[in-house]
Structure formats: C-alpha cells, structure tokens
C-alpha cells in the first residue's frame, strides 16, 4: 500500500511542477517579438483574475492541467491580459490590456483570442485566427477546439 501512495504523490507532483513550466506573459510586445521568433500565434487570454468565475474555473480545468501545458509549449506563446477588481495593475499595463480588449471587442470574461503577429512598418499587427471562451470537459473538450482555430494560420 505504501509503494502505490508514494507513486499517486511522485505523479501528482510532476504534475504540479510540469503546470508550472509555463509562462503568461503580460506584455504583449514582447511576447509579440518571442511568437515571431519562434513561428508560434500568440493565445491572449482576457480574463478577470480574481473576480471572473467562468476564467478561474477554465483556469483550473484546463489551463492548469498537464494535457493543456503540453500543447501550450509546443504551440503557442500565452499572454494573459487581465482586468482584476481587488488588485491594481501598474499604469501602463493597465492601459494595454483595455486597448487590446477595444481592439478585439471583448464582450465578455473569459475570452481567448488566437492571432499571429507581425511587425508593419514597425508596428505590431494581429492576423485574427479565431477566438472562444470557457468550454465545459476540461482539456479534452477545449483542446480540439483550440486546434481548429490554429489550422486557420
């Protein structure tokens, strides 16, 4: 019985380190710059962190699982774009995040927006792929539909 406890543990960790492999970027210029060097879209994640119930509970489902850090590493580059209520976001952030939430005429928490960037005349540009939101099932259910829009690049 203890042979099986302590593997359960020795997975449950791996999973938890490999979850926090990732990295969201906040700036999206540079990670513009990163998904252009690395021929990766860019996933803009709109969310409201510490109010938005649908955008924790996609969180947990599926961004936080071992499934979703897989196919994140080998696809796209993560930017969270985040509009939080009880905590303050420094200035210039702040005023990113609702230029592009203009931009991309966001309606509603959370949003995911799939784009390839490119530099014009300078300038950042977003080719729009596709968007979604919350999808129920966890990483089985919101994967292939992240799939489908990637296959529009």
Known sequence: MKK???TLL???????????ELTWHTDVNK?????????KPLMLFFTGSDWCGWCIRL?????????????ASENVTLVE??????????????QQNRNLEQMFAIRGYPTVWFVTPALVDGKISFNRLGST???????DSWLP?????LSNK
């Open 4 to 6: 099986i406890v302590l």
């Open 10 to 20: 020795l997975v449950l960790g791996s999973m938890t380190i490999e979850a926090q």
């Open 31 to 39: 990670a513009s710059e990163l998904a252009i060097k690395n021929k």
């Open 59 to 71: 969180q947990t489902e599926v961004f936080k699982t071992p499934a979703f850090v897989k196919w």
């Open 81 to 94: 774009l985040d509009f939080p209520r009880r905590k303050q976001l420094a200035p210039e952030l702040a």
């Open 133 to 139: 939101g919350y999808v129920a099932g966890g990483p």
């Open 145 to 149: 539909g992240a799939n489908q829009i």
